[in-house]
């Protein structure tokens, strides 16, 4: 029987490069994969100041796979309707990823324990992704 895996895939409006460098900063998500537009077969298909977007990225986080992409500005949503959420089993750690995290962006419920969570909150950060934090009560 074959394994499937399931991998956020999330769209920047531009900013995908700089944003995996911050959460390699703040969270230590690894890049592993950066395609440029610029070369690939999308280059003519795209805006012209858009060869060093990022036609396709992919970040580790602890063994996990988060993709992206630069959306070009005719193509572009607003994330919505999920998040990228951490599980993080130090509550200590879990509150700095989240702080980190928020910085420039906005919080939605700020991190505190709650009767599900040792700690947990949820952020957009400030490239537009959503976010949540959790640090799980132990079962």
């Known amino acids: 029987e074959s394994i499937m895996k399931i991998n956020p895939y999330v769209h920047f409006a531009g900013t995908c490069e700089e944003a ?3 959460y390699g900063k703040v969270i230590g998500a690894k890049t592993t994969v950066i395609m ?8 003519e298909h795209m805006p012209k100041d ?7 990225g992919e970040v580790t986080i602890d063994g996990h796979v ?3 992409t630069d959306a070009p500005p005719a193509f ?3 994330p919505q309707g999920f998040s990228v959420t951490l599980h993080v089993d130090d509550v ?6 989240f702080n980190a995290l928020a910085d420039g962006g906005s919080v939605g419920m700020p991190f505190s ?6 700690g947990f ?7 537009g992704i959503p976010w949540g934090v959790i640090c799980p009560i132990e079962m």
């Open 121 to 127: 909150g949820m952020c957009v950060d400030k490239f």
């Open 50 to 56: 858009w060869k060093d977007k990022v036609l396709h």
């Open 113 to 118: 324990a709650t009767f599900f969570a040792k």
């Open 36 to 43: 440029k537009v610029g070369g690939s077969p999308a280059e």
């Open 76 to 78: 572009y949503c607003k």
């Open 66 to 68: 988060l993709m992206a």
């Open 20 to 22: 995996f460098a911050y």
């Open 92 to 97: 200590a750690d879990a509150e700095r990823k």
